[in-house]
């Protein structure tokens, strides 16, 4: 059974700060890896793809890696804005057809 | 396209009692799937659907539950004899034929009481 983990669990910055979010998995048979964002009592929205084939995605603000071998995936975000406020899950998609989810990094930035 | 739709929002129910929800998909996606969230944590997955067929259902989907997808559109979730804990937040997500993206709907807040 595929664990996701995520670090930090919680985390809170100042406006501006480039930030590093964490995922680990412990499965590398992946078909490829899905980073959401959830606003507070909202549904999940698609933040970044990437298959498992390539090495990273970027959209915007916001560049993700993965490294299959290692079981890992950080999402960077630059010059955070409070905007950004809102929690962030990572989701490998092994062999079968669900999403795997981990806890999410809770994040909050501040003016 | 408007995304994808879920009805309703908020749903309070007595314990015992039985509810439905509907999931309407983003358009022409044919692959349709069901999570439960509760408080704190990731989503956990209940079931897919690729057209009108169930293809694969989760341990947590209970003889209490049951889904449809009768035409390949819409989907429904019913959840019979309602527990408390069932309470949850119900999320719908679809995604198109040859990609596994997937787009996840507002979801339904269900709370028994």
């Known amino acids: 059974k595929q664990e996701v983990t995520q670090i930090p669990a919680a985390l809170s910055v100042p406006e501006g700060e480039n930030l590093v979010l964490n995922c680990s998995f412990t499965d590398s048979a992946i078909y490829n890896l899905q980073w959401f964002r959830q606003d507070p009592g909202k549904g999940l929205t698609s933040l970044l793809l990437?298959?498992?084939?390539?090495r990273e995605q970027t959209s915007g603000r916001l560049n993700a890696s993965l490294d299959k071998s290692s079981g890992r995936s950080t999402l960077y975000i630059a010059a955070s804005q409070p905007g950004d406020s809102a929690t962030y899950l990572c989701?490998?998609?092994?062999?079968?057809?669900?999403?795997?989810f981990g806890k999410g990094t809770s994040l909050l930035v501040t003016p | 396209d408007t995304g994808v739709s879920q009805d309703p929002r908020h749903k309070i129910t007595k314990r015992g009692q039985n509810v439905t929800f509907r999931c309407d998909p983003i358009s022409e996606h044919n692959r349709l799937y069901w999570y439960r969230q509760t408080l704190g944590q990731g989503p956990e997955f209940l079931t897919y659907f690729q057209n009108e067929a169930q293809l694969e259902k989760s341990r947590l989907l209970s003889d209490r539950f049951s889904a449809e997808r009768p035409k390949g559109s819409f989907s429904t979730l019913e959840i019979q004899r309602t527990e408390q804990g069932d309470s949850a937040m119900y999320l719908c997500?679809?995604?198109?034929?040859?990609?596994?993206?997937?787009?996840f709907g507002q979801g339904t807040r269900l709370t028994v009481v």
């Open positions: 990437i298959q498992s084939s390539q």
């Open positions: 989701a490998p998609l092994g062999s079968g057809y669900a999403l795997n």
């Open positions: 997500a679809s995604s198109a034929s040859g990609t596994t993206e997937a787009f």
